[in-house]
């Protein structure tokens, strides 16, 4: 039976593996019965790998050899090295003929390291005694091997940074001889388009090779045989996604995506490494250029948050999404994903979801669960000199994850704890004690990895299959299956009631408290106090720049350092992160409902981002069938204009309405509701749309002469008011199909109109500084005031408080009377720097939110008078913007095609760009319909997905926009010109 068991992680930390050959070990120096394997030329030792796994593989450290050389056979027979050899005897080769012309390389050392004897991983045995050992190499000349042998042997007795000079200059000199085998490159049509040095990063283990790019294929040739195929190749056109990386505090590394060639939801990927920062970004760019890279997905971090928002990506894959984000993989256990301890309670004979208590706290730190142990630790960091911290260990390090990892990756730890198990009383043997420990132990913080919520993987990492011996507790308890609580019936179930938990209302209306600790505003900086959140200064990414560090000592300190405190994600967000949607709203955006042509195939987030459970369940749904239609108006040329007060009974258009085209889907229409809010982008069905897709034109109203700048409608639907950049304003009855009104307020343009409260009057605003109060029943002026110093270009109502935009950069807030508005403003805003050019309210009254021409976006609180905060969104001119209905979350637009969704915190979380001027916007917060160049952009918000460009007929620009309350399986659009 032929050896498969050397790998890297059987060298010491920063060993390099040469290369090897064919050899036989005898039993001693004077035996002749000897063993096949290989000899195996490390840096720091020489090891035998026998092909009989039966016996251990043999490690000797160079620095402990005492002899190495060449010699003939007979000789003195001192011990036999190791007793098992003698059990197989019978078993051993005779080397048959004579012996004497057999060169043999003779080795004592006074340390022998036994490993993986019967292929199995246990602890290693260290013999600390002086014995010797005899080898015959095969096919190798042993003239020329010994001599590269024993000056390693010579290097590993000079003091330690002579020897760490040397050897690198060995090791640079294997590697520069060392070609790319081109014979290898498949199709002789392949570009060449790079060449460079790298390592292949695996947890644990980093090996070097030659990485070679072109135009179909990257291939990674080892500088070593430890991989059992001579070159690795990796196809450009099944490459998912590429994340930069860190590795070992430098950002050089690099993370290939790929969808798994196994019948399963996860992912491979490769990471490699190289020498410089530079060297791996210019790869990067040069791998994204490629066309064969056709199903490359970029990175869209303002889409997965809107997508978990609103219920289509489940809580796991988003933090997964998170943890990939901030550069944690699974091939490196210093960066591994972290993941929320989430359950509280591990005694209980049942689980329940139900109940608060069963919970974690998330808004705070492990380390700040306990009360008393979080006093003391803030005590402690009081009485610190800086740098000051509370955790002297972290939430994720390399040994606490293979602490959860031990057994299923014994070969890991055995690597990281030098070949030896940790001690019984600190293994992983129980949840509950565990999880005893982390609240209780000043020293303990860790979270927990993704396995614990992973179902697919039914909890394999908690049952001891291998029946590995851990140890025995101070207790006599023989280490063996983690002990679960009492309500779970075996690791399947409990991963599975660990991942309902994950994915439980409870935490979903939480877990964005955890996310600012680990991955927002939380992790750094005074927030990061004000939460016990803070950590030791090294874990903290930028904290050193290991390539300024000469002393290799110190660099390697720094180092080790870093692999024992751990690693702290990088930080995503300076913001509070949003709150995912409550139940009752992600209902509503479940993949059940689909608007519009079926996207293409979406790929589980597991296909690019790492390892992911079963897809969750859709909600269901009982919702009823409707139609839809487009009642599309082209407000253009108007014969005359009579005084104010007077009606114009003409109709401004005789056109048939044209046959709507029906459209059922699986969503129910919202009832009519009382529109409080007056203003004409919020005339919309408060509940979610019917299907909006492949709206069909109805019938036009030619009404004004110019600019459609605003449009509202009665209470029951029946009349539309209108008024334009031609001064006038329009009322129009949909039911009676006529013009009832035409009046004029000035000379100058008018930018709004809105219906009050009371449904008598009209709030108009004016290119004049002028606000309007005009009376429907009177038809004529009930009272005016001189507003700004220049056009008021945007109004907004809420029941009685009017909210007034102008070019003069200000922004105020008026009170309505019944029949007047006060001439004084409440309050006057003066945080932009340029024209205003869109403004919304939100649905309780409580926030305004504005947009000027050079693109920056104000918040304020419109009840306290306050700037809650101001920043730059677009390049362009900021054209449109409406509050959702959750009163969180705001779309603005801009000149230049960007529709982004922002919160009330001022994260962005949603991104994209239309392709085309966006002039006004209306959403239920499920769908969303841009009026822009001759056409309307319908988008499904919940997923950040552009369904359709509806083409408006006489190619003339959407201006403005409502979806009625009265009417909502129709839009009303307002058009520029007038044609």
Not at 166 to 177: C, G, K, R, T
Not at 195 to 202: I, P, Q, W
Not at 386 to 405: A, D
Not at 421 to 443: C, K, L
Request: with cysteine; hydrophobic share 40%; net charge negative.
């Amino acid at each position: 039976m032929a050896s498969r068991r050397f790998s890297l992680l059987l060298l010491d930390e920063n060993e390099v593996y040469f290369d090897d050959c064919s050899a036989y070990f005898y039993a001693s120096a004077s035996d002749d019965r000897k063993v096949k394997g290989r000899l195996k030329v490390c840096s720091h030792s020489l090891m035998f790998d026998s092909d009989d796994v039966r016996l251990p593989i043999m490690k000797f450290p160079l620095r402990c050899v005492e002899r190495l050389e060449q010699q003939a056979p007979a000789s003195p027979s001192p011990a036999r090295p190791f007793a098992l050899l003698a059990n197989f005897a019978n078993s051993l080769s005779s080397p048959g003929g004579s012996s004497g012309k057999i060169e043999y390389l003779m080795l004592t050392t006074s340390l022998t390291v036994e490993m993986k004897e019967n292929n199995v991983d246990a602890p290693y045995t260290f013999k600390q005694e002086m014995l010797s050992y005899r080898f015959s190499l095969n096919y190798v000349n042993l003239g020329s091997f010994l001599p590269r042998v024993r000056n390693l042997w010579a290097i590993s007795k000079l003091p330690p940074e002579q020897a760490e000079r040397q050897l690198q200059s060995i090791v640079d000199e294997h590697q520069s001889s060392l070609a790319f085998n081109t014979s290898q490159i498949e199709d002789i049509g392949e570009k060449i388009l790079l060449e460079v040095t790298g390592e292949r990063v695996t947890p644990l283990a980093h090996n070097p090779g030659r990485v070679l790019i072109t135009s179909a294929i990257i291939y990674f040739q080892p500088f070593n045989n430890v991989s059992p195929n001579p070159v690795d190749k990796f196809r450009l056109s099944s490459i998912l996604r590429i994340a930069k990386r860190r590795c070992v505090l430098r950002h050089v590394g690099l993370e290939l995506f790929f969808e798994s060639q196994q019948q399963s939801s996860e992912t491979d990927s490769v990471f490699f490494a190289f020498r410089t920062t530079e060297e791996r970004d210019n790869i990067h760019d040069v791998l994204i250029r490629q066309p064969a890279m056709s199903r490359l997905v970029k990175d869209d971090e303002s889409n997965m948050c809107l997508k978990w928002q609103n219920g289509l990506v489940s809580n796991f894959d988003y933090l997964m999404y998170l943890n990939t984000m901030a550069g944690r993989t699974f091939n490196d256990v210093g960066q591994y994903p972290v993941f929320p301890w989430i359950i509280a309670d591990y005694t209980s004979a049942s689980l329940d979801l139900q109940n608060p208590r069963t919970f974690r706290d998330l808004t705070k730190p492990v380390g700040a669960l306990n009360p008393d142990r979080i006093k003391t630790l803030r005590q402690r960091m009081a009485e610190m000199p800086e740098p000051k911290f509370l955790y002297g260990t972290h939430y994720s390090t390399p040994g606490y994850v293979l602490f959860y990892l031990v057994r299923s990756a014994p070969d890991f730890m055995l690597r990281l704890q030098n070949g030896r198990f940790d001690a019984p009383s600190r293994m992983f043997h129980s949840i509950q004690e565990t999880w005893h420990g982390v609240m209780s132990n000043p020293a303990d913080v860790k979270e927990l990895i993704p396995e614990f919520y992973q179902p697919s993987k039914r909890g394999f990492f908690l049952v001891n299959s291998e029946r590995l011996y851990l140890g025995i507790k101070e207790n006599g308890v023989r280490l063996d299956d983690v002990v679960l609580p009492p309500w779970a019936k075996d690791a399947e179930d409990f991963i599975n009631k660990m991942h309902l938990a994950l994915e439980s209302e409870y935490v979903s209306e939480r877990i964005h408290h955890w996310i600012d600790l680990i991955f927002g505003f939380k992790q750094q900086g005074p927030d990061s106090f004000a939460a016990d959140n803070v950590f030791y200064p090294l874990t903290y990414e930028g904290a050193v720049d290991i390539d300024a560090i000469s002393d290799p000592f110190e660099k390697a300190a720094i180092v080790a350092q870093i692999k024992e405190f751990g690693q702290t994600p990088r930080q995503l967000f300076k913001k509070p992160h949003p709150k995912r949607l409550p139940m009752v709203a992600r209902s509503r955006t479940g993949d059940n409902v689909q608007f519009g042509a079926a996207p293409p195939e979406l790929k589980p987030l597991s296909s690019s981002y790492g390892s992911a459970p079963p897809d969750l369940k859709p909600l269901s749904s009982s919702f009823g069938t409707v139609n839809v239609m487009l009642e599309s108006l082209n407000l253009g040329v108007l014969a005359s204009t009579p005084p104010i007060g007077h009606l114009d009974p003409q109709l401004m258009s005789t056109s048939a309405p044209l046959e709507p085209s029906p459209i059922a889907i699986s969503i129910s229409p919202s009832p009519d509701v009382t529109d409080s809010f007056g203003s004409a982008d919020m005339h919309s069905v408060s509940g979610p749309w019917p299907d909006m897709s492949s709206l069909a034109h109805d019938m036009t109203i030619k009404a004004h002469k110019d600019v459609v700048t605003s449009l509202c409608l009665s209470l029951d639907g029946s009349l539309l008011y209108s008024t334009s950049q031609d001064s006038s304003l329009k009322i129009y009855s949909l039911q009676e199909k006529k013009q009832l009104r035409s009046a004029s307020l000035g000379d100058l343009a008018l930018s709004s109109c809105h219906l009050t409260p009371n449904r008598k009057s009209l709030l108009v605003s004016s290119w004049d500084n002028n606000i309007y109060l005009y009376s429907l029943e009177s038809g004529r002026i009930q009272c005016s005031v001189l507003a700004h110093d220049d056009a008021v270009s945007c109004l907004q109502l809420h029941k009685n408080t009017i909210v007034s935009a102008s070019w003069d950069t200000s922004l105020k807030i008026w009170k309505l009377r019944e029949s007047t508005i006060d001439s004084v403003p409440l309050h006057e805003f003066s945080d932009h720097e340029a024209p205003v050019s869109a403004l919304a309210v939100s649905p309780d009254g409580t926030l305004a939110i504005s947009g000027d021409q050079h693109g920056y976006l104000n918040l304020v609180n419109i009840q306290k008078f306050s700037t809650v905060w101001t920043l730059q969104t677009f390049a362009s001119s900021c054209s449109a913007m409406q509050f959702l209905p959750d009163g969180r979350r705001v779309v603005v637009c801009s000149e230049g095609g960007d529709v982004k969704l922002v919160d009330t915190h001022g994260n962005e979380i949603f991104s994209a760009n239309a392709g085309d001027h966006i002039r006004c916007v209306v959403s239920d917060g499920i769908q969303l319909l841009a009026g822009a160049t001759a056409a309307i952009h319908h988008w499904n918000l919940a997923q950040g997905r552009q369904l359709e460009s509806i083409m408006l007929p006489s190619s003339e620009d959407a201006t403005s926009i409502i979806v009625p309350s009265a009417l909502p399986k129709h839009v009303v659009v307002g058009r520029s010109k007038g044609s």
